[in-house]
C-alpha cells in the first residue's frame, strides 16, 4: 500500500496550492480519503474528507470556503485545491485512506504560507 502526496511548497497569503496524493495497493474507491494536516507543537487535524460513494464531503471550521477536496477513482487519486491561503494553514499535510478500522497514511507534503 502507497499513497503519495504532492503539490506542497512555499506559498505567499492569499495564494493557492493543489495537492494530489496518488494510492496504489489497495481498492481506492471503495475508501473513504481524508487531509490531515499538523504544524509544529499541534495535534494532527482532519481538514477534509469525502467518502467512497456520492462524493460527500467534509470539511473542518477553519477551511471551509477555501479548501476544495476532490478525487478521481479511475486515477486512484485525491485532491486538495487551497485557495485563499493564510499563514495559519502552515503545516504538512498528509493524505489518509479509511475503511472500518483499516487506516492507511501518506508520508506528508510540506505547505508554508509565508510572505
Known amino acids: 500500500v502507497q499513497l503519495v502526496e504532492s503539490g506542497g511548497g512555499l506559498v505567499q497569503p492569499g495564494g493557492s496550492l493543489r495537492l494530489s496524493c496518488a494510492a496504489s495497493?489497495?481498492?481506492?474507491?471503495?475508501?473513504?480519503m481524508n487531509w490531515y494536516r499538523q504544524s509544529p507543537g499541534k495535534e494532527r487535524e482532519l481538514v477534509a474528507a469525502?467518502?467512497?460513494?456520492?462524493?460527500?464531503?467534509n470539511y473542518a471550521d477553519s477551511v471551509k470556503g477555501r479548501f476544495t477536496i476532490s478525487r478521481d477513482n479511475a486515477q486512484n487519486t485525491v485532491y486538495l485545491q487551497m485557495n485563499s491561503l493564510k499563514p495559519e494553514d502552515t503545516a504538512v499535510y498528509y493524505c489518509?485512506?479509511?475503511?472500518?478500522?483499516?487506516?492507511?497514511w501518506g508520508r506528508g507534503t510540506q505547505v508554508t504560507v509565508s510572505s
Open positions: 495497493g489497495f481498492t481506492f474507491s471503495s475508501y473513504a
Open positions: 469525502i467518502f467512497s460513494a456520492g462524493g460527500i464531503t
Open positions: 489518509n485512506a479509511r475503511r472500518a478500522y483499516v487506516n492507511y
